[in-house]
C-alpha cells in the first residue's frame, strides 16, 4: 500500500481548502443576487397637500411589512400645510411593500408616544377625520413579481379627503408588441364628496359615511375608485417599477383629467 508524504498531503490540504473557500464566497455572491422576477428598482412614496388646511399623514404597513417612520431626511413625515406647501417623500423598503395610506384632518394635541412632556401631561392627540371611518384610503403595492405596482383609492370606509394616486419615473417603453407594464394611469378622484353627501351620512367631524346609497352615489362621481370588497376601477391598471407613487390630497380636478400630478 502507497503511503502519502507529509509534503503531498499538505498540498492536497491545501487545495481543499481553497476550494471550500471558492464555493463559500460563490454562494455568499449567489444569495446577494435578486431572486429571478425580482425589481430592483427602488421606489419612493410621496405625499403632497393641496387641500387648503394642513393633513396629517399616516402610512401604515399590512401585517409582516416593515414599516415607513420617516421621510427621506430622517424626520417623521407629521403635518403636512396646505394649499401646496405640505410635501413629503418616503422610500419604501426593499423588497415587497403594501400599505395604507390616511390623511387625518383637524388634528389636536401632543403626537408624542410619551405620557409627560417637559410642562407638564401631554395633551392626548386627536383628530377629528381620518382615525376612523370616515374615511377616504389609498391602497399602494409594490415590489411585486416582475416590479409589479398596484394601488388604489378605497372609499370603502367612507369619505373624508379627495385623493389620487399616480406613478411616476416609469422605466422607458418595452419592446414592440408588448404592453406588459406601461398602463399606469391616475386613479382616485378630485371630487369633494362631502358637498355632494346626503345630510343623514355627514359625520360630525366632516365626511361622508359609506352606506349603500353613498357606496352608489360615490361610484358615479368617481368611477375610478373602489366602494366595495370586489370593486374595481373603470380604468385597468398594470404598472411596473416605478420610480415614485404619488399620493395627492384634494388634487386639482383639471390636473387629475390630464394625468400632471
Known amino acids: 500500500m502507497a503511503i502519502m508524504s507529509s509534503s ?13 473557500a471558492l464555493a463559500t464566497v460563490a454562494a455568499a455572491a ?9 425589481s430592483t428598482t427602488t421606489t419612493n412614496l410621496t405625499l403632497h397637500n393641496l387641500c387648503p388646511y394642513p393633513v396629517w399623514p399616516l402610512v401604515t404597513a399590512n401585517s409582516g411589512v416593515p414599516s415607513i417612520p420617516t421621510d427621506a431626511d430622517g424626520e417623521p ?3 403636512l400645510d396646505g394649499n401646496g406647501d405640505g410635501l413629503a417623500t418616503l422610500a ?3 423588497g415587497a411593500w403594501s400599505g395604507r395610506v390616511v390623511a387625518r384632518t383637524g388634528c389636536t394635541g401632543d403626537d408624542e408616544e410619551d405620557a409627560y412632556g417637559d410642562d407638564g401631561p401631554l395633551v392626548p ?11 377616504t384610503v389609498a391602497q399602494v403595492s409594490v415590489g411585486g413579481p416582475g416590479g409589479a405596482a398596484e394601488y388604489s ?18 422605466p422607458p417603453p418595452p419592446p414592440e408588441g408588448a404592453r406588459r407594464g406601461r398602463r399606469c394611469p391616475t386613479l382616485g378622484c378630485a371630487v369633494d364628496l362631502a358637498a355632494e353627501c346626503p ?3 355627514r359625520a360630525p367631524g366632516g365626511g361622508c359615511g359609506a352606506g349603500a346609497s353613498e357606496a352608489a352615489l360615490f361610484k358615479h362621481l368617481c368611477p375610478d375608485t373602489r366602494t366595495n370588497a370586489t370593486d374595481v376601477e373603470v380604468s385597468p391598471q398594470d404598472c411596473v417599477d416605478p420610480g415614485e407613487i404619488k399620493v395627492v390630497f384634494c388634487p386639482k380636478p383639471d390636473s387629475v383629467v390630464a394625468g400632471h400630478l
Open 153 to 170: 383609492v378605497s372609499l370603502v370606509d367612507g369619505f373624508n379627503v379627495a385623493v389620487v394616486v399616480t406613478p411616476h419615473g416609469l
Open 92 to 94: 419604501f423598503p426593499p
Open 8 to 20: 503531498s498531503s499538505s498540498k492536497t490540504l491545501r487545495a481543499l481548502t481553497m476550494t471550500l
Open 30 to 38: 449567489a444569495s446577494r443576487q435578486p431572486s429571478p422576477g425580482a
Open 125 to 135: 392627540f386627536r383628530c377629528a377625520t381620518g382615525d376612523a371611518p370616515p374615511v
Open 199 to 201: 345630510p343623514r351620512a
Open 77 to 79: 413625515a407629521g403635518r
